[in-house]
Every structure is written in structure tokens, then in C-alpha cells.
């Protein structure tokens, strides 16, 4: 399996990659399936089944608004977040949906969408059923789909998607990959830019980074000016526009913290806007798409400037942790809990920052080495199946610790005893053992210790 950085970054929305991107992705992919077969304009009625994680936090996580929006057309990557939700209570109201835009067909929202709670599909916890019919309930199509994090969609049990495409430097453990980076003397940054002109030129990989960039400021600068309670029912109210003015007001720049309030800051924009439903990107997953733009932040506010250059060289450095954790572990958060999405995005963030802190492959290993070392074992368990509490405070304390990673690793010369491998494998191994109540069924942790108001 070959995957890009494009993979891992990609501009979705709210609240949730794998409960929000991935089941619209999903019901696109039912979309072409009717079309391929030509059934299209002979389907009267569509279900959708959801289990595991999506039928236990589905509603909180957006995915039957979600489901409504792909059934109509809409794809994540440019669908008006407001759409998605007037979209679904259009449909409630007539009853009726236009199905891919263009046929219309009758659609009882809360009955053709069902919630399994307590019922799962073997291989993976995020599964989906999509059944389509034609005249007198004849069926016409059936697949299943499952959202296995970060917004990636695999069909039935058939597995990851595999390309064929052969990249200059094939790495598949971070071993290989200091190995490969000690016998040509390139940074990281470079083997994964030669590894991306496999699919695009040098300038388009360049241009889609920053574009990348350009999403994730834009979204911090949204979630600093939003203001009120985010939807659902715990009623939080968004902290991070008061937060700011709090900080502009403080003059003092004498405190040897403040750098850490404002990446903070930073972490709990993106994580309020993408509570709100709003436009984020995926780092690896929306869950914990704050950590690498605040780091990324701090490097422009506090360190050497977000140049051109930096943002590349960052960018493609964490895009390399992503990608061994997602091939040798997850970042799904209800297959292996909160240190797969959390634990991913700061240790990608942690390498990302000490390259361009100028380490070298060793200590980049390092910092994300400690980066997920330090959120083994954390659970996903989002009270009221929201991506709030404790989503929001959690990506800017995962922030802090990616930088304080970082920096250690620096300080360091990059040899450790515990490698970045046998943490990944931790991971995966910590995650298999945990019981499913702690990844993202909002059955345990949390989610029932406090009661809802």
C-alpha cells in the first residue's frame, strides 16, 4: 500500500473524520456504484445501516446529517458546512431527498438512517450498510463500507485501498526509513518530497502543502472570532475568541509560559470550529486536527517564521510519522482509542517541529517517539458522543507536549532506548486490548462518569 501526504491532510469538515468525512465519502461511493450499474433513476428508496462506533456516537457526530449531504452529491472537500446541516433537516421536513442531485426519491430521515448502538460488523468498528430499491422494494445494490480514520472509506473487508504506484524510497518502519535517510544523506523531509513527484511535480506537491496551510490558518483564524455555545447538548461555550482578547490585552510578554497559552489558544480554535461543524483538516483525523497547526503556529509566531520552505519541510516530516503509524498501527480512534488520533497528530507535530529545529532523521525519530510514548493507553470516550469534552482542551495540551517532545529530542543526540517501532506496535498492541467502551462509544470513561445537563 502506497499512501501520500495528500492522504493524511485533506480539507473536510466537522466534528469527526472518520463519524463525519468518512460517511459522506461513503454514500458518494454508493452514489457511483448506482450509476456504474445503471440504477441510478430506477431506485425508489435508499437505507443506511450504521454499527459500532458510528451507530453508538453517530448522531453527535454528525454522520446521518453527513449521510444526507453525500446522498445528495455533496463531497467534504467542498460542500458549504451550513448545507450539510439545513441539507438533513430539509429532507426531515418533506421527506424527500434528491438522490446524487438529480433523482428524486422519497426519504424518511430518522427511519432510513438506522443506529445500531450495540451492534458491530467484524472488521472494523466504524461499518456501514447502504441498500438501494427499486419498484415494490426489489433491491437494486447493496455495499458495505467502513470508515477506518481520517476520513479513508475501505469497501466491505476487501481492506486498504492498494495502488500500484512504485515511490523512489519505500519505507515501511521508521527503522527503514533512518536507514534509507543515512545511506543517500537526505532529510526526511526530502526522501517523502522525492516519494510525492510519483504522483505530482515537485511544484504541485509544494502548492498543496501550502494550500494545506492556507486551510489550517483560516480555520484558526474562524475558530479565534467564533463566539456562543457549540451545537449539541452539553452547551459548551466556545473560550477561544475570549482567550484571545484576553492575550492581546496582556502586554507582558516577560512570562516564560505565555508562548504556551497561545498555542493552546491556537489548538482550541480549530477543535471549537471543527465541534461547530465548520471547515478543518484532517491532522490526521479531525478529532485531533488542532495539535499540527498550533504547533505549526508557535514555529511562526514564537520561532523562525512559517516560510514557504518551513511550512514544506514540516509538513512533509509529520507526514512521515503519519504515515508509519497509519501502516503499522491506526489513527482511528474507535479501533485503538484516543492515542491513535491524539498520540498520532503530536507525534507528527513533534517531528515536524524538530526538523525544522534542524535535527537530524535520529532526533526527529525521537521527538515522535515521545510524542505517542506519552498518549499510550489514552481513551476516546467524548461525552454525550460529542468531539468536545474532553476533544477540545486535549489537542491544546497535546500541542504543549509535541513541542516539549520536540525539544527534548533536540536537546538530545537521538539515541534512545525505546524506538519509534516498538512504540507504534505498543500502540496497536494497547489498542486491541482495550475494551471497546473506551474508543469512541461514549459507553465508558467520561462519557459516564459525567452526567449530562
Known amino acids: 500500500m ?37 440504477v441510478l433513476h430506477d431506485t425508489t428508496a435508499v437505507r443506511v445501516e450504521l454499527f459500532g462506533s458510528l451507530g453508538a456516537t453517530g448522531r453527535g457526530h454528525g454522520s446521518v446529517e453527513a449521510i444526507v449531504a453525500g446522498l445528495s452529491g455533496e463531497q467534504p472537500e467542498t460542500v458549504d458546512p451550513e448545507v450539510v446541516v439545513t441539507g438533513a433537516a430539509a429532507a426531515r421536513r418533506s421527506g424527500a431527498l434528491l438522490l446524487g442531485g438529480v433523482h428524486p426519491i422519497a426519504f ?51 481492506g486498504e485501498p492498494i495502488t500500484e504506484t512504485v515511490v523512489q524510497y519505500p519505507f515501511g518502519t521508521a527503522d527503514e526509513l533512518l536507514a534509507t535517510a543515512a545511506a543517500t544523506g537526505l532529510p526526511i523531509s526530502s526522501l517523502l518530497m522525492a516519494n510525492e513527484i510519483s504522483w505530482r511535480t515537485e511544484e504541485q506537491v509544494r502548492a498543496g502543502l501550502l494550500e494545506i496551510w492556507s486551510a489550517m490558518r483560516a480555520c484558526v483564524q474562524r475558530g479565534t472570532v467564533g463566539r456562543g455555545v457549540l451545537p449539541g447538548s452539553l452547551h459548551v461555550r466556545r473560550r477561544a475568541a475570549a482567550l484571545l482578547a484576553r492575550l492581546d490585552a496582556e502586554a507582558d510578554e516577560s512570562d516564560p509560559l505565555r508562548a504556551m497559552e497561545w498555542v493552546t489558544l491556537y489548538a482550541m480554535a480549530v477543535n471549537e470550529e471543527n465541534a461547530a461543524g465548520g471547515r478543518v483538516v484532517t491532522a490526521p483525523t479531525n478529532g485531533a486536527a488542532g495539535i499540527v497547526p498550533a504547533v505549526l503556529h508557535y ?28 501502516k503499522n498501527a491506526s489513527i482511528s480512534g474507535a479501533e485503538v482509542g484516543c492515542q491513535g488520533e491524539v498520540g498520532s497528530a503530536c507525534a507528527m507535530a513533534a517531528a515536524g517541529l524538530a526538523a525544522v529545529l534542524g535535527g537530524t532523521p535520529e532526533q526527529i525519530e525521537n521527538a515522535a517517539e515521545i510524542g505517542i510514548e506519552h498518549n499510550l493507553g489514552l481513551t476516546c470516550d467524548p461525552i454525550g458522543g460529542l468531539v468536545q469534552i474532553p476533544c477540545i482542551e486535549r489537542n491544546g495540551v497535546a500541542a504543549v507536549k509535541a513541542i516539549t517532545a520536540a525539544r527534548m529530542a533536540i536537546r538530545g543526540d ?29 459507553l465508558g470513561g467520561l462519557a459516564v462518569a459525567v452526567v449530562e445537563c
Open 2 to 38: 502506497t499512501v501520500s501526504v495528500f492522504d493524511l491532510f485533506r480539507v473536510g469538515i466537522g466534528p469527526s473524520s472518520s463519524h463525519t468525512v468518512g460517511p459522506m465519502r461513503a454514500a458518494g461511493r454508493f452514489l457511483e456504484e448506482l450509476k456504474a450499474a445503471g
Open 108 to 158: 424518511a430521515v430518522d427511519d432510513d438512517i438506522v443506529l445500531h448502538r450495540r451492534e458491530r460488523l467484524p472488521f472494523h468498528s466504524n461499518g456501514m450498510s447502504f441498500h438501494a430499491a427499486g419498484e415494490g422494494g426489489a433491491e437494486l445494490a447493496q455495499h458495505r463500507y467502513y470508515s477506518v480514520g481520517g476520513g479513508f472509506v475501505v469497501d466491505d473487508e476487501a
Open 299 to 326: 514555529i511562526d509566531r514564537f520561532g523562525v517564521g512559517c516560510t514557504d520552505d518551513v511550512v514544506v519541510e514540516f509538513l512533509l516530516t509529520a507526514g512521515a510519522i503519519g504515515l508509519l503509524i497509519k
Open 414 to 442: 537521538g539515541k534512545h532506548y525505546v524506538s519509534l517501532d516498538k512504540a507504534i506496535q505498543t500502540m496497536r498492541a494497547t489498542g486491541a486490548d482495550m475494551l471497546d467502551k473506551y474508543k469512541e462509544t461514549s
